[in-house]
C-alpha cells in the first residue's frame, strides 16, 4: 500500500508544473510572502495539460545500509492519467486511468478500484484541488509551511487526515525559483524511511497519446 500511495503522491504534486534538477541543498528560512507563490502555482497549474519527463528515485531504510537507487519515465495527461515507469534495476509499471490503477510486474498484471481507499479517495481529490491551484488552501488534509532561499522554494505538507498520517510524517516539496517548477519532492514515512525523487528533461504540454494511459499487456 505505501508504495502505491508513494506513487500516487508524486503525481499529485509533479502536476503543479514543470520539472528541473534537484534544487541546491542550503538553509532555508521562512517565507514571508506566501500569496504570490500561491498565484504562480496556480497560474502553472490553470494551464497543465501533460507532463513527460525522467526521474530518479532514491530509497532510505533503515534496513539497508545504503539507498536504493532506481530510474524511469513518468507522463501524465490531464485529467488525471498518469504512467510511473521504472526502468533500471528493475521493471514495473503502474497505469492510473479512470479511477484504476494497473501496476505490472514482470508478466503480471494486478488492478485495483481507487474509489475502494480512503487514502486513494483523499489523495485523488487533492489532486483535482492542486490542479485548480487550490490545494494549499486546504486546511483540512495538510498543514503547509513555506520556506526559501536563494534557488528554491520548500514547502512542509503534514498530514492532518488518519488516511495519510499512517503513512507519511511530512511531505517536502522543491520549486525552482527562476522557471518556478517542483524539482524534487522528499517523503518522509512514519517508519523512518524516506523517498527521495528527482525529475529531469521535462517536456510540457507538448502531447501524450492515450494509448501510454490502457490496461498493460
Known amino acids: 500500500m505505501i508504495h502505491k500511495l508513494t506513487l500516487l503522491f508524486c503525481l499529485i504534486v ?3 508544473g514543470s520539472l528541473l534538477a534537484s534544487p541546491a541543498d542550503t538553509t532555508y528560512k521562512v517565507l514571508n510572502d506566501t500569496a504570490t507563490l500561491n498565484t504562480r502555482i496556480r497560474a502553472y497549474s490553470k494551464n497543465l495539460k501533460t507532463i513527460e519527463c525522467s526521474f530518479v528515485q532514491m530509497k532510505y531504510m533503515s534496513v539497508l545500509t545504503q539507498p536504493s537507487k532506481s530510474n524511469g519515465y513518468f507522463c501524465f495527461k490531464n485529467p488525471g492519467m498518469v504512467r510511473w515507469e521504472y526502468d533500471d534495476p528493475f521493471k514495473y509499471l503502474v497505469i492510473i486511468s479512470n479511477n484504476r490503477i494497473y501496476m505490472k510486474d514482470d508478466n503480471k498484471t494486478k488492478s485495483y478500484d481507487m474509489t475502494s481507499s480512503k487514502a486513494f479517495v483523499v489523495l485523488t481529490s487533492n489532486l483535482g484541488k492542486l490542479l485548480q491551484g487550490s490545494v494549499f488552501d486546504n486546511k483540512s488534509d495538510f498543514t503547509c509551511s513555506y520556506y526559501e532561499n536563494d534557488a528554491s522554494y520548500k514547502l512542509v505538507l503534514i498530514p492532518k487526515v488518519k488516511a495519510l498520517k ?31 525523487i528527482d525529475f529531469t528533461d521535462r517536456k510540457i504540454n507538448e502531447g501524450v497519446a492515450d494509448s501510454k494511459f490502457t490496461k498493460p499487456n
Do not use: H, P, Q, Y
Open 166 to 196: 499512517s503513512f507519511f510524517s511530512s511531505i517536502n516539496l522543491f520549486f525552482d525559483k527562476k522557471l518556478f517548477s517542483v524539482s524534487r519532492i522528499v517523503m518522509n514515512e512514519i517508519k523512518g524511511d524516506k523517498t527521495i
Open 14 to 16: 509533479i502536476s503543479a
